[in-house]
Structure formats: C-alpha cells, structure tokens
C-alpha cells in the first residue's frame, strides 16, 4: 500500500539541492538515503514531514498518515527538559494524560537508564540525547519513521541495539534513513536513494548493493553520452562533404539534405544527456613527510586512568613503526581517549612513559574537533599557523569544501563536514609523518570518509585512530589494539571485537 508519493519534487535554497524527484514509499519500506553534506538530505526529511515547502513538485499523503522525525540536532528549547518530559511532549494531549506510560516503554525499550531519563538533555551525553530524540520520533507509533544521522554520537555497543531495536519494529512500518554509517544502511535498509541535484536514483538495495549498481549507471551514461556526442559528429561531417558537392554541382537537393543532418546533430547534442559529476564537498588531502626511525611511538607499560586516578588498563610495551595504521578498540568509556590524549602530550614534550622519536612530526585531531578555535575564521585559522600567503590560502580552503564567502566568517558558520574538513587540511599543511586520529569519520559524508581511508593507506601514513565506524576500521586499519579488562592486547583482527560489541 503506498503511503506518500513525491512527483517532480524540487528544492532550490540559492542553488538547487535537488529536482524532479520522484518516489513512492509504501508499508515496510526500509529506504536509506545517501547524499554529501550539505546536498539537501535534512530538507528533503523535512519536506516528508511536512515541516519544509518545496520549490516544485508536490507530494500527496495517505490520509491521516501519522509520521515521526527525528532531526539531526537538539533545539535549544529541549535543553531544560528531562529526557521523559520531552518525550511526553511529543504524545497529543488528550494521549499524554493516560498514556504517559508509552514514554517509559520506549525509553527502556532504548535502554536508557531511570536516573538519566529524569535529568536534563542539558546535561545528558550526545548518545542519550540521541536515544531520547529517537524516543520522541516513536513514542506515538507514527505509520513514516524518519532518521535523519540516528548514529550520531553512538559507539558500537549503542548502534548495535539500534540496529537491533529497528528489526524489532513492526514489519509495515516504513522507515526512511538518513546516515553516513555504511555498515549501518547495509544493516537496516533494502532500498537506497542516492540524492542528487539532479538524476537522483533509486535502487531496491541496500547502500553497498545499491552503491554498485549507481556506479555501473553512470558509466553506462558516460558511454551513452560519448556515443551520442560521436554520432552527431560522424553527422556533422557527412553534412560538410555533402554542402560541398551540393555547392559545386548546384544541387538544391543535396543542399536540403546538408540541412537536414546538421538538424539531427543539433537534436542528438541536445538531447545528449552528460553523465552525473558529483559536486565534491572539499578535497580531503594527507601527506607522509617520512622518517628514518623505526619506531615512531613507544609505549613502555604505562597506565592510563580516568581524570580521577582510577586505573583503566596498562598498555604493556608497545610501539607504532613506520606505515603502521593502528586501530584502538573498547568499550565506550574503557580508555581510548586517554590514550591518545597521553600520545599527545608526550609529542608535545609534556608526558613521561612514552619515548617518541626526535623526527615524529605529529597531526592530531580529536573527536570535537577542539584543536580548530571556534571564534578564528577559516582565513586566520590557515594564515595564523602557515606561512603560505593569502592567496593560496585561500585556494587550499576553496579546495577543502570552505568557499570564499564562508572564509572569513567564524567557524561557527560551517557545518559539520566543512568544520572536518578544514581539520584535515590544518593537518597536512604541517606536513606531519605521524597522525593521531580520534573519531575522524564524525561529521564526514561516505565520500569524505573513502576519501580518508584512501589518503591513509595510499600515503601508507603512521597512525593511531579510534572509530567507531565498522567500514572504516576495517578498511584502514593494519594493526588492532584491544583494550579487554585491565590490559592492551593486539589482536589479529577487529572481528572478535565487533562480535562481542555488536553482538
């Protein structure tokens, strides 16, 4: 049973972010949708919803069709609230004053425990908020569940019962989800819609499927579009040869027909449809300066503790060599952070227990992106550490996705993926030979992480990185270190861990 339909649907905000969008959604449809940031994916979430008006098109709704969105961020006016208020807030009235029980259904049913669920959002960790905002979207049983980056803030064990929690969920319930989390669209999804500003398409298959067949489709247009362009040529000049004769021979027959297939040209360029170019968010650029030390980093069992003294784990004695793309695995609050915070600090001369060698030059970037200063603008950002001069400054931040009218405003004018991006382009312009990455995926569209992964491994760089993104790790990672109980192992693979946390 269909349930919403969009035709020719349109949105231009300066620039059109899509068009001519067509789709129908009918009962258990379970639809991933994947654009770069910033190319229209919370817009057109909201135009489902009801809360957006497209440029174009229209999109006709079952009758009485009850949807539940759950947005990408937090509005301010949540803040104050408990986490169950809030929820209840999203049950109608006349519901919320008998059926308030929902709200501790789904809330356990998210796991999240009694005593946060009476605090603040204010004060809650991202991933709580993200459970409370999840909670809200489907506390009143809506017929159009819409996710817009569900992952967001979530370790593993967290998208795991997220993953987990979606399969529970009624079979004719229609789920639309926005992420960056390929392994996660693979999960959850059986169609995939990738949003384009214009030729989007559309595949009964889930992200890594359907990301196969999109890439088979745009080759064979660009051989369409070759061929087509070839043939009004071939045209072209069978019409030149026959102008010529016609013109010698005085052949008013030979003229009509010159004209005649140079009008056929003109119709096959003009319908010669070009295939897809995606518009990059930003170039993601690395670079290995080298070194001749064999061990760039060397851990002689030091302990790493919480900020209050209690010990976590001891790494015994490690060390990171040359090429090495080390992946740091545990648990959410095991240690992971400590760890690279204490590498840190030991390359910046200020931690004991850690020798570094004297030609590490290091790049780190931490998961809130806080070595980048809100209140700098992207142009002093780049001119205030690199001497490089004003121009070219600012042609590398038009090349990393932050364009010239954004350059000079604060950071706080960026999104996400632009913020990401610029900390990738800080890091190269230091010309490091040892990176140290926590949670580097977070903001960055499926591009910028492939494009990331392929950086990494094609500069065959040094690194340490934390992530909770499954495609990531497995695709980067050379060495794995596990953080199990009160000691650092290397294990062969991150497979065993996944299980245990996804399992």
């Not at 890594?208 to 369409?224: C, F, I, T």
Request: with cysteine.
């Amino acid at each position: 049973m269909t349930i919403l339909t969009l035709n020719a649907l349109g949105v231009t905000l300066g620039a059109p972010l899509f068009s001519d969008l067509s789709l129908t959604l009918t009962k258990g449809d379970r639809l991933g949708l994947v654009a770069a940031n910033g190319r229209g994916k919370s817009t057109l979430m909201a135009c489902l919803a009801g809360a957006h008006d497209p440029t174009q098109g229209d999109i006709t709704r079952a009758r009485g069709l009850h949807i539940g969105h759950m947005r990408q961020t937090l509005p301010q006016l949540a803040l104050p609230k408990s986490a169950h208020d809030w929820v209840l807030s999203h049950l109608p009235p006349d519901q919320a004053d008998y059926e308030g029980w929902r709200v501790d259904v789904v809330l356990n049913d998210l796991q999240m425990p009694y005593e946060l669920q009476r605090q603040p959002l204010g004060a809650l960790s991202g991933g709580w908020r993200r459970a409370a905002m999840l909670a809200a979207a489907w506390v009143g049983e809506p017929d159009l569940l819409l996710l817009d980056e569900p992952t967001n803030h979530l370790d593993l064990h967290r998208i795991a019962h997220l993953e987990k929690w979606l399969a529970g969920l009624p079979r004719d319930l229609t789920v639309v989800v926005s992420s960056h989390d390929r392994a996660f669209l693979d999960a959850t999804t059986t169609r995939t819609l990738f949003l384009r500003a214009e030729g989007s398409r559309v595949f009964p298959r889930p992200f890594s499927a359907a990301r196969v067949a999109l890439d088979e489709a745009d080759a064979a247009d660009a051989r369409r579009h070759a061929n087509d362009l070839n043939k009004a040529q071939q045209l072209r000049r069978q019409a030149a040869k026959l102008k010529n004769v016609g013109i010698n021979s005085g052949s008013d027959l030979l003229l009509t027909k010159t004209k005649q297939l140079s009008e056929r040209a003109d119709k096959l360029e003009a319908a010669a449809k070009p295939a897809h170019r995606a518009q990059s968010a930003g170039d993601i650029r690395l670079t290995n300066s080298g070194t001749h030390a064999k061990a760039l980093i060397a851990l002689d069992d030091i302990e790493v503790a919480t900020p209050d003294g209690r010990l976590l784990y001891r790494t015994g004695r490690k060390w990171i060599a040359r090429g090495d793309r080390v992946v740091l695995l545990g648990a959410n609050g095991a240690g992971k952070t400590q760890l690279v915070q204490r590498i840190a600090a030991a390359l910046d001369g200020a931690e004991g227990g850690i020798k570094t060698a004297l030609s590490v030059r290091p790049a780190y970037s931490d998961q809130h992106l806080s070595q980048l200063d809100p209140t700098a603008t992207p142009f002093a950002t780049i001119t205030g550490q690199f001497d490089i001069g004003d121009q070219r400054a600012r042609n590398v931040l038009a090349k990393a996705g932050v364009d010239i009218a954004l350059q000079t405003k604060p950071l706080g004018a960026l999104s996400g993926g632009q913020k990401a991006r610029l900390a990738m382009l800080v890091m190269r312009l230091r010309d490091p030979n040892f990176y140290l990455l926590d949670e580097p995926t977070n903001h960055l569209d499926i591009d910028g992480q492939e494009a990331l992964e392929a950086e990494l491994v094609q500069h065959d760089a040094a690194c340490l990185l934390v992530s909770h993104d499954r495609s990531f790790l497995k695709n980067t990672g050379t060495r794995f270190w596990w953080i199990s109980g009160r000691k650092l192992e290397e294990i062969d693979s991150p497979d065993a861990f996944l299980q245990q946390e996804m399992g």
